[in-house]
């Protein structure tokens, strides 16, 4: 059974970070995709970053060069390292994830609440 598990959310000032964290129940080397996705109230849940099994990556232009996604295949976690927060950054985040070929299967973690306010 696939597990994925989000912490690291909190509160934070503007200008500030935090790091959110993805534990996977299951080897990293079993998923060809691991993202960060965000919803804020009353809006859809927008991408956030990809990272493959190679180690690239993608991120939306909103967070780009404020944002670092990184996975460490030996803790089987993925981070999202988030700097210079925005009020706008404010949402829950979920972790995504698609297995290898051919079953392609996807799974969302349950989530975690960002906040960005003064």
């Known amino acids: 059974q696939v597990q994925l598990v989000e912490s690291g959310g909190g509160l934070v000032q503007p200008g500030g970070s935090l790091r959110l964290s993805c534990a996977a129940s299951?080897?990293?080397?079993?998923?060809?995709?691991m993202d960060w996705y965000r919803q804020a109230p009353g809006k859809q849940r927008d991408f956030v970053a990809t990272?493959?099994?190679?180690?690239?990556?993608s991120y939306a232009d909103s967070v780009k060069g404020r944002f670092a996604i990184s996975r460490d295949n030996a803790k089987n976690t993925m981070y999202l390292q988030m700097n210079s927060l925005k009020p706008e950054d404010t949402a829950v985040y979920y972790c995504y994830a698609i297995t290898q070929p051919p079953a392609m299967a996807d799974y969302w973690g349950q989530g975690t609440q960002v906040t960005v306010s003064s």
């Open positions: 299951v080897s990293m080397s079993r998923f060809q995709t």
């Open positions: 990272i493959t099994d190679g180690g690239s990556t």
